[in-house]
């Protein structure tokens, strides 16, 4: 640009129009080839939730989701592509990384454990509707023990099952199969969201159903990424952030949802209207090449504002994964002060004095056997330690070899409990054998193991391939998991399993950790793993272990998942991928 300015003073001013025409072409070529060049954004969204979403006659994607996204993706300069279909197939597509985005969702404080939401972009309203003739009903627990039909996994699906509002629920595939039901009086109940159940009943020319009082819950209505995409949902949040800011998301939200008739147009709108449009074109006119002089100002104030945003977040993410290295050391020496609080004293002195003697033992056991073996030739057996020297010279020198060898074993458990203690970097990852990791774990705990248990059992499985990864960190989980399943036990007869495998087909190593303790509620089930959660706070559960067991996995690319019958025990199962498919 800077070469064409000379070029474009010394021309003639006749021809500076088409200079300038030239110019503005090429520009947006390259800003058209940069556009197409990004990766594209697959966004998913339900194929029936009119006027939110939905395929219109001619088989487009098509209402204010996706007129909202296209805004965004326009400003944003984002690539995207929208894959409607049933609501339970595309949250599992967002879930499994299939798709990129779901343009609409309800927020929930379940769902937000395993999504990521952006600020939210409406409301929306959600009644209960009836058949004419029944009991009208206002409030969802007055639902409780009746027929309701309502979305599968739907927002209110998700609501009254947390809020444990106990209904006979009939389950519909989508909102309009849930007020046709209604209609039909099987069942004369329905859930659904106010907006686009007066859509769907005007479509469907259902006049029989209606709502039964004004808006039972209302939630915020947002887009969601897969948990931990914060690069796209900060792309979305800024996008929508635009839009309310130039007033084009007010016009996106008024065209299809502040109204849902379309009203007659007056003389005096066309009149009021065509004025504005007559006199926006002839300001874009004379201010197109106000425009072109400052556009590269604005760029580079816009430029140095991102820059500096970027180097806040940055910030930000490096403070939050010191605090979590800290929150996870801390963690782990609360284990191992647990650990070696009762053993240390007692194993360093004496095992040092065992290691430094028990060569002096063996050396003069081995110079003084030929003395002894000729007293012997000579005079024949005598008794020794209680014993005929012949039963015991061939078993004396053995066990001084399993002395040494013990103290060698106490030792390099004493070894083990200084690498686990040692602060890693985990950013660093090394081949980690599973089995061996497992192996080590068991060593570090094996005194809580044998005061917990007499049935303990390791099932490891051979030619496991070795991991990536840190082998403190992984020990750490399976050290929280035993200890865990040690304090669940309420008798010596109740055991404890720790199982292997490897699965070719899927390219993962699973890791099973089982118990046969008391169990895990149902209710406390879901929050084990979120921090500071715990049931033993008086006897000094700081909530910390497996919430940062769940982080350390996770960041492996791994899951860890619970299972629980109260009175029968509990199981715990890693699974984490082999490096090729990590790579894949």
Not at 128 to 149: H, Q, S
Not at 262 to 276: A, E, F, H, M, N
Not at 301 to 322: G, H, M, P, S
Not at 411 to 434: A, P
């Amino acid at each position: 640009m800077a070469l064409l300015k000379p070029l474009y003073s010394k021309c003639k001013s006749s021809i500076k129009p088409l200079l300038f025409t030239a110019i503005a072409a090429f520009m947006l070529l390259n800003t058209c080839i940069a556009w197409t060049a990004e990766k594209e954004i697959v966004v998913g969204g339900n194929v029936n939730y009119p006027p939110y979403e939905f395929i219109d006659k001619d088989g487009n994607p098509s209402g204010y989701n996706v007129e909202l996204t296209r805004a965004i993706a326009s400003i944003m300069g984002m690539k995207v592509r929208f894959e409607l279909g049933k609501w339970e197939e595309i949250r599992k597509k967002l879930e499994d990384g299939e798709i990129d985005a779901l343009q609409g969702m309800s927020w929930s404080k379940g769902r937000s454990r395993v999504v990521d939401f952006s600020i939210p972009h409406t409301m929306i309203n959600h009644s209960i509707y009836t058949m004419d003739g029944a009991i009208p009903i206002r409030a969802l627990r007055g639902l409780a023990g009746k027929e309701v039909a309502f979305h599968a996994r739907g927002f209110i699906h998700n609501y009254l099952t947390e809020q444990k509002i106990a209904v006979i629920p009939v389950l519909t595939s989508t909102p309009a199969v849930a007020i046709n039901r209604t209609s039909s009086g099987r069942p004369p109940y329905s859930v659904v969201a106010s907006l686009p159940a007066t859509y769907l009943m005007k479509e469907m020319n259902i006049t029989n159903v209606k709502a039964t009082g004004k808006s039972v819950i209302s939630v915020k209505y947002c887009y969601a990424v897969k948990k931990g995409n914060t690069d796209l949902l900060a792309r979305l949040n800024e996008g929508l952030a635009i839009l309310k800011q130039t007033g084009q998301y007010k016009k996106i939200h008024d065209k299809w949802i502040g109204v849902l008739e379309p009203r007659d147009i007056t003389w005096k709108q066309i009149i009021k209207y065509g004025s504005i449009v007559i006199g926006i074109f002839i300001a874009v006119l004379a201010g197109i090449l106000l425009w072109s002089w400052t556009l590269k100002k604005q760029v580079s104030i816009r430029t140095a504002a991102l820059e500096e945003e970027v180097k806040e977040r940055k910030k930000t993410v490096k403070e939050l994964k010191l605090k979590q290295k800290q929150l996870i050391q801390a963690d782990r020496m609360a284990t191992l002060g647990i650990l070696v609080s009762g053993v240390a004293h007692e194993i360093n002195n004496p095992n040092g004095l065992i290691l430094l003697n028990m060569p002096l033992i063996l050396d003069y056991f081995n110079d003084t056997q030929h003395i002894v073996e000729e007293y012997y030739r000579e005079n024949g057996d005598f008794p020794v330690a209680g014993l005929r020297f012949s039963k015991l010279q061939p078993r004396i020198k053995p066990k001084l070899i399993d002395i040494k060898e013990s103290a060698i074993r106490i030792k390099r458990i004493v070894e083990d409990l200084k690498d686990f203690s040692r602060k890693d970097d985990s950013e660093i990852e090394y081949n980690v054998d599973i089995n061996t990791a497992v192996s080590a774990a068991i060593r570090l705990v094996d005194s809580t193991i044998k005061k917990s248990t007499s049935s303990f059992e390791t099932e490891l499985c051979p030619d496991i391939p070795l991991l990536k990864g840190n082998p403190q960190r992984i020990e750490q989980v399976i050290i929280n998991l035993i200890i865990n399943s040690c304090q669940a036990l309420k008798s010596m007869d109740k055991g404890i399993k720790i199982k292997t495998e490897f699965s070719q087909d899927l390219m993962e190593v699973t890791v099973t950790v089982s118990d046969e303790g008391e169990g895990i509620s149902s209710e406390n089930l879901h929050y084990i793993t979120d921090p500071f959660f715990t049931t033993k706070r008086s006897e000094g559960g700081t909530g910390l272990g497996l919430y940062m067991s769940a982080g350390i996995i996770k960041d492996l690319h791994g899951t860890i998942d619970f299972t629980s019958v109260p009175g029968e025990g509990t199981t715990a199962v890693i699974k984490l991928p082999v490096p090729a498919r990590r790579e894949q």
